[in-house]
């Protein structure tokens, strides 16, 4: 997998996956064609964490950070290292879509986070899943980032990727099913 090449080790990781009745070209093709518009939880919680200050609209993918990986057909590496428990949180001035400058990257007072999407064949369907990991640069920085976690990893975070790991699912399923 991708995501152990840009963060082997962690401070912080969820994981969600999903069996689709589907194959794993159409599963990767609704992930990547899925809307904002389509997940009212993803909207909801933009609007509350950018207070009106994001787009809400435009492909899902958006959502996650930076791209950095891509692996093979049907895997991506999304990441960027910030002060995710700031109000309104900064963002380290990291080269876009560098995945060694991300790595790398050790300055304190940092998260470095990277969210992995693959599709994996099954049987007759495939499994979704998405993976979230987090290294913090220093002891503080893993301080401040440990009460967000928790509070981010039941609510936000999580309902996002199980929003999004549904609405896939019916997407791939009834274009597999058309």
């Known amino acids: 997998m991708k995501l152990d090449h840009l963060l082997p080790s962690y401070d912080f990781r969820s994981h969600y996956h999903r ?3 589907a194959d794993a070209e159409t599963t990767w ?3 990547r064609s899925l809307t904002v518009e389509e997940l009212p939880t993803v909207r ?3 609007r509350l964490r950018g207070l009106g200050r994001l787009r809400l609209s435009g492909p899902v993918t958006e959502v996650f950070p ?15 290292a910030g002060k995710y ?15 060694d400058a991300f790595r790398d990257f050790a300055e304190p007072g940092w998260a470095k986070a990277a969210v992995g999407v693959r599709v994996v064949p099954d049987g007759d369907g495939c499994v979704l899943s998405a993976e979230t990991r987090v290294k913090c640069t220093d002891t ?9 976690w ?13 929003e999004t790991l549904r609405a896939v699912a019916a997407r791939a399923e009834a274009a597999s099913d058309a």
């Open 150 to 162: 928790i509070l981010i990893k039941a609510g936000g975070a999580g309902l996002i990727r199980l």
């Open 19 to 21: 069996r689709i009745a």
């Open 29 to 31: 093709r609704a992930f």
């Open 85 to 99: 428990w700031q109000p309104r949180p900064s963002y380290a001035p990291l080269p876009a879509g560098d995945a």
């Open 66 to 80: 930076i791209p950095l990986l891509a692996g093979g057909h049907h895997e991506e590496v999304r990441g960027q």
């Open 44 to 46: 909801l919680l933009l």
């Open 140 to 148: 503080r920085s893993l301080g401040a980032f440990a009460p967000y």
